[in-house]
């Protein structure tokens, strides 16, 4: 088997800016599922945090409170692998804390690699950012996930960049964002087999 990345990975969920089915750029609601879900996929694949971006402070409540049920009382009780999970997570208000987050902790801004349905300029397909990843001296890697219709152009062109479509060989491509997020974390992160 090979070796887990060494490259420090990270993953930023964004509730804003993205799209809505018009295109327009709306702020979308934290879903329980895509907490737990993307929180469990990152810890399994060995990611350093998981952003949860959102600049509505209801949902910073939320995602506290669902966090602090899974790591103390009946919640670690129930189930002590949820809160571990969970413990990856921080909640923030915007792409310029997750910046600063991982600045604070390597003393280098984050190489932000926008994953999107759609094909862009810029794009990197996964045996190339694999590579990347696996390799000595690269900076660290957050991966942009975008809720409602995906993340807002902007988010996509300001990107370092641009992770290829996931492409299962058929014409329907419309996972929901923790599908995708547990996909991707396998291509990129997986040993080999």
Sequence with gaps: MGAMATTPVYAALLHY?????????????????????????????????????????????????IISHWQGGWGVE?????????G???VVSDLGCVTQAIFDAHGVAPVYVATSARRYPNRVGFAE?????HEAGQPPHCL?????????????????LV?????AGTDYNHLS???AASIIFDRLLAPDR
């Design 78 to 86: 129930y189930n002590p692998t949820r809160g571990d999970a969970l």
């Design 88 to 90: 990856a997570i921080e």
């Design 17 to 65: 800016p993205v799209t809505d089915r018009r295109g327009d750029a709306v702020t979308t609601s934290v879903t329980t599922l895509d907490i737990h879900d993307i929180a469990r996929a990152a810890r399994t694949y060995g990611l350093h945090k998981y952003f949860v971006v959102t600049p509505t402070e209801p949902h910073h409540w939320l995602v506290r409170r």
């Design 177 to 179: 964002v923790r599908s």
């Design 144 to 160: 942009l996930f975008g809720t409602g219709y995906g993340l807002h152009p902007e988010v996509i062109m300001e990107a370092d």
């Design 129 to 133: 950012l694999r590579r990347r990843l």
């Design 163 to 167: 992770l290829e479509p996931i492409d």
